[in-house]
């Protein structure tokens, strides 16, 4: 899972330019839509502004996160689509026992429910907490954002992207980031001179372009290394520790029995006898 | 809108005032934000920090009902900063007209007002005439008498501080708005102003809408590429449904409605056909008999002859105001038997609904032909109501939804574009026009067995095939309209050779002596020999590069995207931008270039056959006067009915064209709070068609109401509380969102709190709420009659019932 | 003998068992009735584990913190065997079984966990050698195998199968070579989990150094499990006192935890990013965590508190304590973000109390019925016999009286 001889530049990315997004929330609706997702029951609104549902969840794979608050006097009404962020190197991918994750060359990162044990370390290890469980099943499964793969596969853009006004893009991650750049230099005053995702856990197919800071519109601070590394560098020990460990000891019993044996021995071709009952 | 969607991205400024693009036309950000992506600055001047305003460059609070107050500054501000596209101004407005020397303005009154009739003469505000009987002008624009004069004296009363005063804004705000929209006052820069139901629900609501035209024809705005005005419309067919002749006092086409007066055909064209002696005004409205018997053939067919004046006398003579607040008047007095509701939830869209409600239950019969159950269709067991005393016998037509049926739709653009079925309709669920025409045929059919004054209807020419479901696409030939008999038409240098039954190819081809048929003048050219134009989808766009995909759809007039196209040009012929050139006379050719031109003369100043630019209108000059408005021929600020403020600017509080109900008495003291009632994404109008959307619902699930978080402190609410908000006419219980985003006006000094209310939920439906509409008043616009909704007293309280 | 005769003999045989032993029964069936509704209504309504929470009680007790309290077996296992510390071998089979039978309420408590338990096999099939849990769960299901092959000795012995005893013994090095094997992986497997938490678990946990804090911590446990096992069912269920034997132990455990408490420190401070003192909570957890396991060196550093059966249990009880609050703060306390709480729900609870009391039950209940505790092997010859001594009559009815 090393992030060298990788090159993620041709996978399908989201460039999502909060400055252009109106929390129109198309994309949560065209997203329940395409992946037949029930409606959950709200209530008034569960945040700032008009948002809902509260969290994403396994009814809800993306979700519009509102931002309502004053700044040095001027109003922030801000909007920003929370979904699976399609990491390089997913977490959730490196950790699954069963390898029901896949990041796909397309760019999506898919899940096999079919593989699925349900233990949930996808949940603990993803960054931006993703993954969702179906809490309300005796044999619960994971869902989460599929990246809309059998759409992408196709040829096709995602339907949160398709529906998008003007926010999203979708294109090679490479152009996205390309593009990214290009609108702030064209409107350095405007644009935070940041993009989330570009490095974020490694870098991920989805990359925000914002005017405000990010942490003030509650993003995650992540790490930028692969996560998968962390347990890696310690995995990757495990068949050394292994053999270390089982021949050392081997050894050491060898050694450690040898004299009880040699002396054993030594008693039965004396006697010829079976041991003592004891 | 003179314009288009797609043209907003040749905006340099969006003034979006008024409405509010990104929650109720989100597909418009996508243009709005390419203009951005330009340079183009959005401006938001709106009560309320909206989902616009957040993505927009500048943004102005602004008090509801007093956006004349504000276009007025702003128009001041225009002319005394030298803002003003001159040659614009001189060229193509009335800016020149000398207005006769009896018109008068005073204390916030124009002259000849009938004080008991509430109405004014409208004549005595005509133009000064020469001998010729033609309007003197004064091209220098010095004369004290000339429009501009007369304009720059109006609104120099409308100063900023005074503006601010009234509105409310910031007058750093104010001044940053003013500043940026009237940069666009140059040849090179476009600016547009988009506008919708902030601006025309109200009593003055008409005028707010001139004063958005004065400033763009002050501008240079209007024709031009980015520029112009722009209703944003709202239902997804209402462009259509008024071209088609929606309201009361229009036929298809936006011909006017006979009156009482209009005793035949001849008497009607008398009245309605405007004239000129000026040889370069086009004065299209001249054609006002061709359109008008070609419509009349297309009702009456082979029964309209020129010896029955075309049938005209089977026509509906109107006497007075027949507008929706009007007829709920009249159901609620017991006067409607009954009622149909096509496509309409007056029991939640209507103002004032708890006594729409009450009325419904006066009529015999009621029909709902709707795609759901609404609030009207089940008035009857509304909650508090015991269906054993409702004696209103209700049907319910399960109607096809847009996407189980064929037709066109038209929107805002103009643009009619074909659809075609997706899906079989659900259930029994008809189309409207399959509901339409059994309607007719069995009118018909009853009828024709007598009946009083039956020939209107038995002579009617029906025919749309004769299959279960009507053909749509006769109908569509016949509202473009096609030839009665054989003809030679000889155009320019061009003869021209027709078959009967061949279709007309536009409207200029329309005869006034029978020979044409035409269901609405303005559609003529959608559907010709080269088949249906509304059903064109070619992507492919016009060499000026602007996005006006001349060959996707069909819009009206004959394909024009943007409309006063020959204002885009100098006199001469060159585009004032030629970077954003819309349409540029090439002297060589002797031809247009670009869009279809307001006509096909040359360019103003060809001496022999140049026309002035503004064809629609008698004179051919973009109105900085107004000649026909019930209201005065300049916008002149008046509060809303039901204010907290008095007018700052004359003595004259309301508009005093409008006739106010008489139970309608505000009452500040007691009702202390500016209501205003608007819409968000997620929801559609009356909720019929959301409310019951479990996708939908779950992102606004409940009844809520915006308030500052002042007005929260003062009342000690919360966010999530349970509220009761009342006015005159009744309260209703909702969650109270608390928020930064509504703030108090600061009016005269005052602090006067808003208490902002979406309009969208009702009893009926899976999410059900109270309806914003029990609080609005029923009282309208002086020219339009639509509903004052954006500016009512209310008073609002924690706590209720549901809490 | 009909089922119904069966029946009767087992029911006279739970009514003769102390009341003690009924509570236990009491705890396992309650837990088995919770364990039922999480099968018919979900894990959502049993527990009070949501999204943010997808982690709670019992991973954080009957996985995190089991797997270390069952560490006794290979850590005895190997000192005995390995380094040939042949007086400890009493303790080896009570700590065989109390190590079998962690290890497979371990599992247990996963399959009531897991969202589908029925595709438990599925990390044999689809191998994703990236996964700590795919080699924590390879690792489990070996080293239960191989424990459970140890623990099938006394069960032999006492059914009197010889030839499966022979065989048993003939593999029997090579299994406490595994089984030490397994379990250094596995034991330090559970801390790589959370290597993959980077931003969530407090840095007071966090360091790259946890797989190994894990390993050497499970040890200390280990060991402190067997103390205190031997010390109580002496106590309790009148077995043999071993407490010569626990001495050395005492003596080998004071080393190990002071080489954790130092690994601990230096990871600490050496290793750890971000702000390590920033939630009084958080503070609070970590120096009971520490106090609990610094304490235990201190006791055991003295010679007379080793003697002394009480003050020896005592010091066992403490590293028990610390390394049970240790895993609880990485798997639970430290991985919840600012702001948010979780607490097992009532049925949760039951379910994991049950588990403890199904281990004690078992344990008590094998002792019981097995020789685990009378095996002084120094008496048994461990070369290949020619035909299989005797084993004692007596064996399995000891401790009637419990
Ligand atoms: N999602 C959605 N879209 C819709 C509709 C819908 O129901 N839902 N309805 C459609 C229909 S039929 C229509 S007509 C259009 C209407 O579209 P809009 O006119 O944009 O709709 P509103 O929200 O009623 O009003 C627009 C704004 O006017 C502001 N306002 C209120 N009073 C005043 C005032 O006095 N002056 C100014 N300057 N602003 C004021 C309100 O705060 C509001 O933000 O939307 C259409 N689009
Ligand atoms: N307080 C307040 N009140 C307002 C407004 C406001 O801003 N504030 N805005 C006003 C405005 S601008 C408008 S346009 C009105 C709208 O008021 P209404 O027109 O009464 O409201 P809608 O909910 O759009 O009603 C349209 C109905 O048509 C049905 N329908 C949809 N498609 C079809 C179809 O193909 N055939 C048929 N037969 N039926 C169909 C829908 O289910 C719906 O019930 O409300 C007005 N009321
Ligand atoms: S965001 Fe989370 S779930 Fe999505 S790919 Fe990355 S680690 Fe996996
Ligand atoms: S819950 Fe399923 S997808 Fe997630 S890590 Fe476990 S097995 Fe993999
Ligand atoms: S990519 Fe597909 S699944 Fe993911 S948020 Fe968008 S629509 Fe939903
Ligand atoms: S569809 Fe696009 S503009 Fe609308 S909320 Fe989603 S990301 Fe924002
Ligand atoms: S008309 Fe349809 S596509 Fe256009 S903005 Fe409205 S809802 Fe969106
Ligand atoms: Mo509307």
Not at chain 2, 496 to 517: H, I, N, R
Request: with cysteine; glycine share 8%; net charge positive.
């Amino acid at each position: 899972m090393s992030s060298e001889n990788k090159d993620f530049g041709k996978n399908k990315a989201f460039l999502i330019d909060m400055t252009k997004c109106t929390g129109c929330r198309g994309c949560q609706v065209a997203c329940k839509q395409w992946n037949q997702l029930d409606a959950e029951k709200t209530k008034f609104f569960t945040g700032e502004g008009y948002q809902n549902p509260p969290l994403m969840s396994e009814y809800t794979f993306t979700r519009i996160k509102f931002r309502d608050y004053e700044k040095n006097g001027q109003n922030e009404f801000a909007f920003y689509k929370e979904m699976c962020m399609h990491c390089n190197e997913p977490a959730c991918a490196s950790v699954c026992p069963v390898g029901a994750f896949v990041k796909t060359k397309e760019g999506p990162v898919t899940y096999d429910a079919k593989r699925c044990i349900g233990c949930r370390f996808c949940m603990v290890a993803c960054p931006f907490g993703v993954p969702k469980y179906e809490w309300s099943k005796a044999f619960p499964l994971v869902r989460k954002c599929t990246g809309c793969y059998s759409r992408v596969k196709e040829g096709k853009k995602p339907a949160c992207a398709t529906t998008c006004v003007s926010a999203i893009t979708y294109g090679p991650r490479e152009e996205m980031i390309k593009e990214a750049e290009k609108r702030i230099a064209a409107r350095p005053e405007k644009y935070l001179k940041k993009l989330y995702g570009a490095e974020e856990a490694g870098g991920t197919s989805v990359i925000y372009l914002t005017a405000l800071p990010f942490d003030e519109l509650g993003f995650k601070h992540v790490t930028k290394r692969p996560l998968p590394s962390y347990t890696w560098q310690a995995l990757r020990l495990v068949p050394g520790i292994f053999l270390t460990v089982g021949s050392s000891l081997s050894l050491l019993s060898w050694f450690t029995h040898r004299k009880e044996r040699i002396a054993k021995e030594e008693e039965m071709r004396k006697s010829g006898s079976a041991p003592k009952e004891g | 809108m003179t314009n288009h969607w797609i043209d907003l991205k040749n905006a340099d400024a969006i003034l979006a005032i008024g409405c509010n693009p990104a929650e109720n036309h989100p597909i418009s950000m996508k243009w709005i934000e390419a203009a951005m992506d330009q340079g183009g600055k959005l401006i938001a001047v709106d009560p309320r920090y909206t989902r616009t305003a957040s993505k927009a460059d500048y943004y102005a609070q602004i008090r509801p009902g007093t956006d004349i107050a504000y276009l007025g500054g702003m128009i001041n501000y225009a002319i005394q900063n030298n803002l003003i596209h001159e040659e614009y101004v001189r060229e193509y407005t009335n800016a020149s007209f000398i207005v006769n020397e009896k018109f008068d303005f005073e204390e916030g009154m124009f002259c000849a007002f009938d004080d008991q009739e509430k109405t004014y003469d409208a004549k005595a505000w005509a133009y000064a005439v020469d001998g010729a009987g033609n309007p003197k002008r004064d091209k220098s624009l010095k004369d004290p008498r000339c429009v501009y004069q007369q304009l720059k004296k109006h609104y120099s009363r409308y100063d900023v501080d005074k503006v601010c005063a009234i509105t409310g804004t910031k007058k750093e705000d104010y001044l940053a708005v003013a500043k940026a929209f009237c940069s666009t006052g140059r040849p090179d820069k476009a600016g547009t102003i988009l506008y919708a139901m902030g601006i025309t629900q109200s009593t003055h609501g008409t005028q707010n809408v001139r004063a958005v035209a004065m400033l763009q024809l002050l501008l240079g705005n209007i024709g031009i590429a980015g520029g112009g005005v722009n209703a944003l419309r709202g239902e997804s067919n209402v462009q259509g449904s008024s071209d088609y002749g929606l309201l009361f006092h229009l036929l298809p086409g936006y011909l006017k409605s006979p009156e009482f007066d209009n005793v035949d055909l001849k008497a009607y064209l008398e009245k309605w056909t405007p004239k000129t002696k000026d040889p370069k005004a086009a004065n299209w409205w001249g054609n006002t008999p061709k359109y008008t018997v070609s419509l009349l053939k297309a009702w009456y067919g082979e029964n309209a002859t020129p010896e029955n004046g075309f049938c005209y006398d089977y026509l509906p003579k109107r006497s007075g105001n027949y507008s929706f607040m009007k007829l709920m008047e009249g159901m609620g007095a017991g006067k409607l038997e009954g009622l149909v509701c096509m496509g309409q939830n007056p029991a939640v869209g209507g103002p004032d609904s708890l006594k729409t409600r009450d009325a419904l239950g006066k009529l015999k019969w009621l029909v709902t032909v709707d795609l759901w159950e609404t609030e009207t269709s089940i008035f009857w067991k509304r909650p508090g109501v015991n269906p054993k005393d409702i004696q209103t016998e209700v049907f319910m037509l399960p109607a096809a939804s847009s996407v189980e049926k064929e037709g066109s739709i038209s929107n805002s653009g103009r643009w009619a574009q074909w659809r075609y079925k997706a899906v079989e309709p659900c259930g029994n669920a008809k189309s409207d026009l399959w509901i339409i025409n059994a309607f007719a045929k069995k009118m018909k059919d009853l009828y024709a067995k007598g009946g009083a004054f039956p020939e209107p209807i038995t002579k009617l020419s029906w025919n749309y095939g004769h299959g279960e479901e009507p053909e749509v696409h006769m109908v569509a030939k016949e509202i473009n309209g096609y030839f009665t008999k054989d003809m030679t038409i000889v155009d320019k240098d061009k003869t021209l050779e027709f078959k009967a039954g061949d279709q007309v190819p536009m409207f200029k081809y329309l005869q006034d002596d029978g020979s044409t048929v035409s269901g609405c003048w303005i559609y003529c050219g959608s559907y010709t020999k080269d088949g249906n134009l509304m059903a064109r989808r070619d992507k492919t766009d016009a060499p000026n590069g602007l996005g006006m995909f001349p060959k996707w759809s069909w819009c009206w007039p004959v394909n024009r995207r943007i409309i006063y196209n020959r204002a885009s040009v100098t006199p001469d012929g060159t585009p004032f931008n030629p970077k954003r050139a819309v349409i540029a006379w090439d002297g060589l050719e002797k031809k247009w270039k670009g869009d279809v031109p307001d006509g096909p003369w040359p360019p103003m100043n060809d001496a022999k056959e140049g026309k002035n630019p503004f064809i629609m209108v008698p004179e051919g000059f973009g109105r900085l006067y107004a000649l026909d408005m019930k209201d005065g021929p300049f916008p002149e600020h008046y509060e809303p009915i039901e204010s907290p403020a008095t007018n700052l600017l004359s003595k004259v509080q309301n508009n005093p064209a409008v006739k106010v109900p008489k139970d309608i008495v505000p009452d500040a003291a007691k009702f202390p709070f500016i209501g205003t009632t608007y819409r968000m994404t997620e929801h559609w109008q009356a909720g019929a068609m959301t409310r019951s959307l479990p996708w939908l619902t779950e992102l606004v699930p409940d009844m809520f109401v915006e308030i500052s978080e002042t007005l929260g402190r003062a009342k000690g609410i919360k966010n999530g509380d349970m509220v009761k908000v009342t006015s005159q006419r009744g309260s209703i219980e909702c969650v109270a969102l608390v928020t930064s985003r509504l703030k108090p006006f600061n009016v005269q000094g005052k602090q006067i709190e808003q208490v902002g209310l979406p309009w969208h939920f009702g009893y009926a439906g899976a999410a059900t709420g109270d309806s914003g509409n029990v609080l609005t008043p029923s009282v309208g616009c002086a020219n339009t009659s639509i509903p004052e909704f954006k500016a009512f007293l209310c008073n609002i309280e924690k706590g209720g019932k549901r809490a | 003998m009909t089922a119904a005769k069966i029946t009767q003999v087992v029911v006279d045989e739970v009514k003769g068992y102390h009341n003690f032993v009924k509570f236990l029964i009491f705890l396992v069936g309650a837990a088995a009735l919770a364990s039922a509704i999480r099968f018919i209504f979900g894990l959502g309504v049993t527990t009070n584990l949501n999204d943010t929470f997808p982690w709670g009680l019992w991973i954080s007790f009957d996985v995190v913190t089991a797997v270390p309290l069952a560490a006794g077996a290979f850590t005895l296992g190997a000192i005995v065997h390995c380094f040939h510390i042949k007086k400890l071998e009493p303790l080896v089979r009570p700590a065989i079984v109390t190590g079998f039978l962690g290890y497979s309420l371990v599992c247990v408590g996963l399959l009531l966990d897991l969202g589908q338990p029925q595709r438990g096999w599925h990390t044999m099939v689809y191998w994703n050698p990236h996964s700590p849990m795919f080699e924590v769960s390879m690792c489990i299901m070996a080293y239960t195998t191989v424990l459970f092959l140890e623990f099938l000795s006394p069960v032999c012995e006492k059914f009197g199968y010889h030839v499966p005893l022979r065989l048993l013994r003939t593999i029997e090095m090579p299994l406490v070579v595994l089984a030490a094997s397994i379990s250094t992986l596995h034991q330090s497997s559970l801390g790589t989990f959370f290597l993959i938490a980077v931003d969530k678990l407090h840095p007071l946990w966090y360091n790259p150094l946890l797989p190994l804090l894990f390993w050497v911590s499970a040890m200390c446990a280990g060991m402190s499990i067997i103390t205190v096992e031997a010390t109580m069912s002496h106590k309790y269920m009148g077995q043999p006192d071993e407490g010569e034997l626990l001495e050395t132990l005492a003596k080998i455990l004071p080393c190990v935890l002071s080489f954790y408490l130092a690994l601990r420190l230096f990871s600490l401070f050496a290793l750890s990013e971000g702000a390590l003192w920033d939630r009084p909570g958080l503070t609070a957890l970590f120096v009971l965590e520490i106090v609990a396991l610094v304490v235990p060196v201190l006791m055991l550093a003295q010679k007379k508190v080793r003697e002394n059966g009480r003050q020896r249990a005592t010091a066992a009880w403490l590293v028990i304590f610390g390394v049970v609050v240790n895993r609880f703060n990485v798997s639970m306390f430290g991985m919840e973000a600012p702001g948010t709480s979780y607490y097992p729900s009532f049925l949760e609870s039951v379910v994991t109390i049950g588990i403890i009391a199904a281990h004690i039950l078992f344990f008590v209940l094998i002792a019981k019925y097995f020789p685990i505790f009378e095996h002084h092997p120094e008496t048994v010859d461990y070369s290949l016999p020619d035909h299989f001594h005797k084993t004692d009559n007596n064996h399995g009815h000891v401790g009637n009286e419990a």
